[in-house]
């Protein structure tokens, strides 16, 4: 008959031995590529399958054509089941990791909570009587801390307070946004803040006799974008004023007892250059002991947007 004759008996092993083997290498094909180019091979596999058969069958041999089909199908689900499974997988065990909180204990007179944006960093807001020393940082989890809010709730001036020692809060490697209110004290250790490497916002409000800071204060806190230094009872900056505070974007100086715009720019360096703060867009320093403002006290300034006088 030609090309026309049918499958004989003879025939049929060499189809399974062929099929098995296709098979065979299918599995092997997708265990190595599990994702990439799954629609390509699957289209060819169906293409060398096909090739496996003459172009006309007589009725008879459709029943294990079929079968044959339905295994090489079978093979293909799994295949495509085990892909799936393996990807829902890995974004499990990425979706523990990533949201995986150190198990700190939160300290006392303090409220823990995840940060919205990375979920192993804490957002701890403390209510405290006053800052009185340093072993109050003892148990705390500075390496889990990305922002720090400290209430005092009594009105108590402390001369040992956690503000008037150098380096009290090195170790908070984390921490992003440090505040502090309603906390008496009259001394802000030049050092208190180094060792904060991604400290971005600053806030102290309520100190009430601070009067000034000291020489250098500012060296320590370069990647500062906010600082709000309000009700502190501040009379003068130091020397180097905020020169080094090039990141700044956001400067709250209200109700304070300052007398001056000037804030130490022009101090030590010459009248006729003084150092720009170009990021700093915002100006707040209403309710002040300013009388007087002239156009030269804002060459440093000019790039301010918002400003705030009374």
């Not at 002040?288 to 002239?294: F, G, K, T, W």
Request: proline share 4%; net charge positive.
């Amino acid at each position: 008959m030609g090309n026309k004759r049918l499958l004989e008996n003879n025939d049929w092993p060499t189809l399974y031995y062929s099929t098995t083997n296709m098979s065979t290498k299918l599995e092997q094909q997708c265990n190595n590529n599990i994702v990439e180019e799954r629609a390509n091979n699957r289209n060819n596999l169906f293409k060398k399958f096909k090739s496996l058969f003459p172009p006309k069958l007589q009725k008879q041999n459709l029943i294990f054509i079929l079968f044959i089909y339905l295994i090489f199908l079978a093979q293909l689900i799994s295949c495509y089941s085990m892909t799936v499974n393996r990807r829902h997988l890995r974004r499990a065990i990425e979706y523990q990791q990533n949201s995986a909180i150190p198990r700190y204990q939160c300290p006392n007179g303090c409220r823990c909570v995840p940060d919205n944006k990375v979920n192993h960093l804490l957002s701890i807001t403390c209510h405290w009587p006053y800052l009185k020393n340093s072993r109050i940082f003892n148990n705390f989890p500075k390496n889990g801390t990305k922002s720090l809010n400290i209430f005092c709730e009594k009105e108590e001036y402390i001369e040992d307070n956690i503000l008037a020692i150098d380096g009290n809060f090195f170790g908070f490697d984390e921490l992003g946004e440090l505040k502090i209110n309603n906390c008496r004290f009259t001394q802000l250790s030049a050092g208190v803040f180094e060792g904060l490497p991604k400290l971005r916002s600053l806030s102290i409000i309520g100190a009430k006799s601070l009067q000034r800071l000291e020489e250098y204060f500012f060296r320590s806190l370069t990647k500062l974008e906010s600082l709000i230094l309000s009700d502190s009872g501040l009379r003068e900056f130091p020397l180097d004023g905020i020169c080094s505070l090039q990141k700044l974007q956001v400067l709250d100086l209200s109700k304070n007892l300052l007398t001056s715009v000037r804030l130490g720019i022009f101090l030590p360096r010459p009248v006729n250059h003084p150092c720009q703060l170009i990021n700093l867009i915002v100006l707040n320093i209403a309710e002040n002991s300013i009388q007087i403002i002239s156009e030269q006290d804002f060459t440093s300034f000019s790039f301010i947007t918002s400003t705030k006088f009374i």
